[in-house]
Every structure is written in structure tokens, then in C-alpha cells.
């Protein structure tokens, strides 16, 4: 595509955009490069850098150049992990996890990004992988290309000196020690191997982004202790984990240090539990801050004062159907549900008319049909219903899905829940 660039001497010269195209690996460095000035333009830490080069798979990433020979940079960027992804009834889908989407602030509002998740969304397809999922930095770009948040994750600054815990029976069986995370990170990822299947949301972990947990550059400790670990025993197997820092802080009135949580996993509430309570009780400190949580954990049941926790909601993962009926078919619901769906898809319109769903907690069918319609809407909202954290009823109410048949709605609605909250624990 030819793109006015300016005028000399009454000349309009012109540069030469390409077309979106796949990534050769000598480029990685200057496409990379492109990516963090598009994000303020501060260097990444040597070791995150390197990490992220090694997890690139530069076959399944895109970039869009404009110029020629030494004169010729990377406007745009964007890649796609090949991840597996719980969804309701355990099964681990296909996803395309898209990442590293940005485009130069000289190239915006030319259609870059509109030709990279075009070119992107074909490949996906191609691959077979019937969802595409993300992480948005800014979540009002990504709803016109079919994305719907789906899950959210949870925020809190908890006042640990003025908000108890009551816990469990079995709590105090719960042995835990302080280790050194790299020591034991196989026994880390052991428990997160087993949670994999229980939640919607989580992502099976991929070779090499064990090593992402690990990552503790002193740039980013923001004041904070290198990370520390605490592993949960409970008879005589590893049944969980706490990943943090501590952040000291004195004052007047003596100490108020803030413990940072990373990551908490336990496989029963006994070893969630005894995680939770270690971390109130941290020497020397009188908050603790939790980032990106599942909204429905328990510790929220077990505080004596929510106000003080001051929990707060965040988008956290987006979903796509790139395919709607190999995606419907994949997971189950949790009533028995016949409904057929007007799907608008105008960017895939593989996905567009109708597909009838039939399906219960056993299994699903998703086929084209010729019927007429129960429920109309976007494959935005599917994408924000399918793990079933996103009631289609909230979004019916919204005004996002219209009820064609009278009854459908709430029928789809509760079929399409989930017991557990989806919850998204792997960045990308």
C-alpha cells in the first residue's frame, strides 16, 4: 500500500507499506524494538528480553514494514502463542494467544492494525484453533474485531492489621517453609499442572513460561524484596504455594510494610487457607496487596471487614470464536440448552447466520441450520459468554443480545454458566 508521507519542494513523495507478513527471526530485534517504543519506549531487563526472544514463535508472528533497504521499519507488530485453554466440562482447547500488538504512533488510523488482525485472524483459522484470546492494554480497540472480555480478575489492598481471618478445619495440619523459588519451581508447577483442569480460564503451561514466575529484575520491584517463596505441605505432599515480595515501610507509629502476593495456588481450602494466613501475619507489615485474583476465592468469605480490603473488579482476558461451531461444540453446559443463535460476525464472516446449539453437562453439538433464530447477537458476545463468567442474560439486559423466542434467553443464560469463576493466572 502507497502512503503520503509529506511534501518537499512542492513533491509529494510516497513510502512503500507492506502488507502484513510473517516474521523472519533476523528481524526480531528491530520488530521487537518497534513493539517496546510503541509502550513508552523504556527498556526491558536483559533477562526478560531474552526470555521473550526464546518464547516468540516468529512463525505465528506478523509484522508490517514500510520503506526500503537501510531505510525500510517495522509500523507494526503483533504475534500469537499456541496455548490450551480449560474451558467449562475441563477440556483443553486450542487458542491462539495474540500478543504483542502494537503499531507506530507516526502509522495510526491507516489501517495497520485492521490488516494485522485480518491477516492474523485467517491464519488462526487455518491452524484450526478455534479461539483466539488476549490481554488488552486498551480494551475499547479490540471489541470491533470480535474480542468480548470474559473474565476479570480481582484487586484488593487489605489492611492486615484491622481485618482477621477466620479459616477452615484442617488449616492448622498445613506445614509451610520458606524456599528459594528457582529450587522449587518444578513443585510449583506440579500444583499449577493440577489446577489446570478445574477452572475455565487457565491456560496448560507451554515449555520455557515456568521460567516467566521467575523473572525479578530489581527495575521492577518498585522498592520491593526480592521474590520470596513459601511452599504448603500437608501430609508430606507439596499441596501449594505463595510467591512475594515485601515491601518495608516505617513510620511514626513504627512499621507498615506492604506484602506484594505474585502468585498463590493450593490444591483444597486447608492450604489456600494457611497460604492466606501466613501472608497476614508477615512480620513488620500492615497491608497486603493481591493483583488479578479469581473473583470468587474464598478469602473473601473469611475476612471479618470486605470495606478494608477495598476489592476492585479488572478486565483481565478477552475471547474470540474463530470458529463458532467447533468452539460451542468444544465445551459443555451445565443445563440441558437447544437453541439456535443469529451469530453478526462482519471481520470473520465464516462465523455469520445461524448455528444451533444443542448441549448438556455431558457434551455439545454446533451445527449450521436453516431454523429460525432464538437469540441474536455478535460473536463479540459469545466470545464474553463462553467460559461463563459473563451472564447472556446481563448481556441480553444490556441490550447486546435480543431474545427472538421467549424463554431462550434465560435458557442459554443458565447453560451457559459455570460453577467455578473462569480465572486467567498465565500472562501473555
Not at 520503506?67 to 490450551?84: I, K, L, N, P, Q
Not at 511514626?252 to 506484594?260: F, Q
Not at 440441558?336 to 462465523?351: K, L, T, Y
Amino acid at each position: 500500500m502507497e502512503r503520503s508521507t509529506g511534501d518537499d519542494g512542492g513533491v509529494t513523495t510516497t513510502m512503500t507499506m507492506t502488507e502484513p507478513r510473517v516474521l523472519r527471526r533476523e528481524e526480531w530485534d528491530s520488530w521487537y524494538g518497534s513493539l517496546i517504543r510503541a509502550f513508552g519506549g523504556v527498556p526491558e531487563p536483559a533477562e526478560e528480553l531474552e526470555l521473550f526472544r526464546e518464547l516468540t514463535r516468529v512463525d505465528r508472528s506478523i509484522g508490517v514494514w514500510e520503506g526500503e533497504g537501510e531505510d525500510e521499519a517495522c509500523v507494526g507488530t503483533t504475534g500469537a502463542f499456541d496455548f490450551r485453554m480449560t474451558v467449562p466440562g475441563g477440556a483443553r482447547v486450542r487458542a491462539a494467544g495474540v500478543t504483542m500488538v502494537s503499531v507506530a504512533a507516526t502509522h495510526r488510523r491507516r489501517g495497520v492494525l485492521t490488516s494485522m488482525m485480518r491477516r492474523q485472524l485467517d491464519d488462526v483459522r487455518a491452524w484450526g484453533e478455534p479461539l483466539a484470546v488476549l490481554t488488552a492494554s486498551e480494551p475499547a480497540i479490540y471489541g470491533r474485531f470480535g474480542y468480548g472480555a470474559a473474565t476479570f480478575g480481582l484487586n484488593a489492598e487489605i489492611d492486615t492489621s484491622r481485618v482477621r481471618l477466620s479459616v477452615p478445619p484442617g488449616t492448622d495440619d498445613v506445614r509451610l517453609r520458606y524456599a528459594v523459588p528457582a529450587d522449587v519451581l518444578d513443585a510449583c508447577e506440579a500444583v499449577y499442572a493440577r489446577l489446570v483442569p478445574g477452572r475455565p480460564g487457565m491456560l496448560a503451561r507451554r515449555p520455557g513460561w515456568e521460567r516467566l514466575a521467575l523473572l525479578d529484575p530489581e527495575s521492577g520491584r518498585d522498592g520491593a524484596s526480592p521474590l520470596q517463596c513459601v511452599l504448603a505441605r500437608r501430609d508430606g505432599e507439596v499441596t501449594g504455594f505463595a510467591r512475594f515480595r515485601v515491601r518495608p515501610a516505617w513510620g511514626p507509629e513504627g512499621a507498615g510494610g506492604t506484602v506484594v502476593l505474585d502468585d498463590l495456588a493450593g490444591l483444597d481450602p486447608a492450604t489456600e487457607a494457611a497460604l492466606w494466613r501466613f501472608l497476614y501475619d508477615v512480620d513488620l507489615t500492615s497491608r497486603l496487596a493481591v493483583r488479578g485474583r479469581p473473583v470468587d476465592e474464598a478469602w473473601q468469605h473469611q475476612v471479618s471487614d470486605i470495606r478494608r480490603c477495598r476489592p476492585e473488579l479488572r478486565d483481565a482476558l478477552y475471547v474470540r470464536l474463530v470458529d463458532v461451531g467447533a468452539a460451542l461444540a468444544a465445551r459443555t453446559y451445565q443445563t440441558p440448552v437447544d437453541v439456535v443463535f443469529e451469530v453478526e460476525d462482519a471481520f470473520c464472516p465464516w462465523n455469520a447466520g445461524r448455528w444451533r446449539l444443542s448441549g448438556d453437562p455431558k457434551g455439545a453439538s454446533c451445527e449450521r441450520t436453516s431454523d429460525g433464530a432464538d437469540l441474536a447477537l455478535s460473536v463479540r458476545e459469545l466470545g464474553a459468554a463462553y467460559l461463563g463468567g459473563v451472564p447472556l442474560g446481563s448481556l441480553g439486559a444490556a441490550g447486546r443480545v435480543r431474545e427472538v423466542r421467549a424463554g431462550a434467553l434465560a435458557e442459554a443464560s443458565v447453560a451457559f454458566g459455570s460453577d467455578v469463576a473462569p480465572w486467567l493466572p498465565h500472562g501473555f
